[in-house]
């Protein structure tokens, strides 16, 4: 996982902080867009959950001290706010950022290669909100220590829940086989 | 399937996802930047009113000039205000078309370099402009408007005259040096002030005013992509 620069470097001198966060939101989106997939299935829903992701982290950016990647700050951040949002937990923001995101064009290039892609995709809808994001950061790359930092959780939980995943998906699909020791 | 072959897919997806992404910004650029050469191009060099009176001065002094044939404290002085005003016409025009050239396909930095070199370009010629109108359009000009439009022979008016026309010319040609010397001293203190800049974006034209705003603004736009 690359790590980008903390959000106020020497190059954004001049620039005030709502320049600097939408600058870096620019650069997050795909993060966010990856996010919403896993847990909207709705393109409309995506984009709302997009725009509550976007609006959660610039609300945190004052609060942003570059102590993590700012990746993985987002990250955080992100599907917090995407567990919250399935849950129906917290009240909707009413407002909103401008998110300049081809979710359309997004959708295209993300959609399922194959039938049996679909059908993983369904079954991840299946699992619950905390299920769904340690198979996103898995997805994404996240050892299992990081997934564990990142969610609040310990490395050993991650471990037994992404094999009881692992076992559920095979259960319900014979998509899954065992990983190779 | 295992669950490795997923996450190599889902990668495989977001470098496709990633690829996307970056045409669609190239597009937009591209897009930016043809709407604003298109407004460039609908612009033109000069604004119907100033091609207008360009051509109106270039028409009377021409007709002066070919009236004059023989008169030379009269012919001298409209050749060179014709000549004057033919150079700054054309140059309005050369200084267009080298905004046009400027090729917004290259990296964001260069444009604005070139911008801002074609700036400090039309700024010099704008100094020579005034420099050297600040002479001719005085006494040379009131000589043969004098002459042209009402019969007065201001040389002969009065010796006052004479004399007042050899001083003020003198003046004026001595105020070259010394303005000269001025902008030197003074002009990057000047440039850098904001009532400075608001003046060198006026002599330097809105066309160069809106080329650096697109610059500001495509250089924003590449920053996010």
């Given at each position: 996982m690359t790590a980008l620069a903390p959000p106020a470097t020497a190059p954004d001198a001049g620039r005030s902080e709502e320049q600097r966060f939408l600058a870096f939101l620019e650069s997050q989106q795909r993060i966010l867009y990856k996010i919403a997939y896993i847990y909207c299935r709705d393109a409309e829903e995506r984009r709302d959950l997009m725009q509550e992701m976007a609006i959660h982290l610039w609300r945190a950016y004052p609060s942003f001290e570059g102590r993590s990647a700012p990746t993985t700050w987002t990250y955080r951040v992100a599907v917090n706010v995407a567990i919250s949002y399935r849950r129906g937990q917290g009240r909707r923001l009413r407002e909103t950022l401008?998110?300049?995101?081809a979710t359309d064009v997004a959708d295209q290039a993300f959609a399922p290669p194959n039938e049996q892609t679909q059908r993983l995709h369904a079954l991840i809808e299946t699992l619950d909100e905390m299920s769904r994001a340690l198979v996103l950061l898995y997805l994404e790359g996240f050892d299992h220590g990081e997934i564990a930092a990142l969610l609040g959780i310990s490395a050993s939980n991650v471990s037994t829940r992404l094999n009881r995943i692992k076992a559920k998906l095979q259960a319900e699909h014979d998509l899954i086989k065992d990983d190779a020791p | 399937m295992t669950l490795d072959d997923i996450r190599n897919e889902w990668r495989a997806r977001d470098e496709a996802l990633q690829a996307k992404l970056a045409q669609q910004s190239a597009m937009l650029r591209d897009a930016m930047i043809e709407r604003h050469l298109e407004k460039l191009r609908r612009q033109g060099a000069m604004s119907p009113f100033s091609m207008a009176v360009w051509i109106a001065f270039m028409a009377c002094f021409g007709l002066f000039l070919a009236a004059n044939w023989g008169r030379w404290e009269f012919f001298f002085p409209a050749l060179l205000l014709q000549i004057w005003t033919v150079a700054m016409g054309a140059l309005t025009f050369i200084e267009h078309e080298r905004l046009r050239s400027?090729?917004?396909?290259?990296?964001v930095l260069e444009i604005q370099r070139r911008l801002a070199a074609l700036e400090a370009e039309r700024a010099r010629a704008f100094q020579w402009a005034f420099l050297t109108g600040q002479v001719l359009w005085w006494i040379p000009f009131t000589i043969i408007l004098f002459w042209g439009l009402?019969?007065?022979d201001l040389y002969r008016l009065s010796p006052f005259m004479t004399q007042f026309i050899a001083v003020n010319v003198a003046v004026g040609l001595a105020a070259i040096p010394i303005l000269l010397w001025l902008s030197r001293v003074f002009g990057p203190r000047l440039a850098r002030a904001k009532r400075g800049r608001a003046l060198l974006g006026s002599v330097t034209g809105r066309d160069l005013a809106q080329a650096r705003a697109f610059a500001e603004r495509l250089a924003q736009f590449v920053a996010k992509a």
């Open positions: 401008p998110l300049d995101f | 400027v090729d917004l396909s290259a990296p009402f019969g007065v």
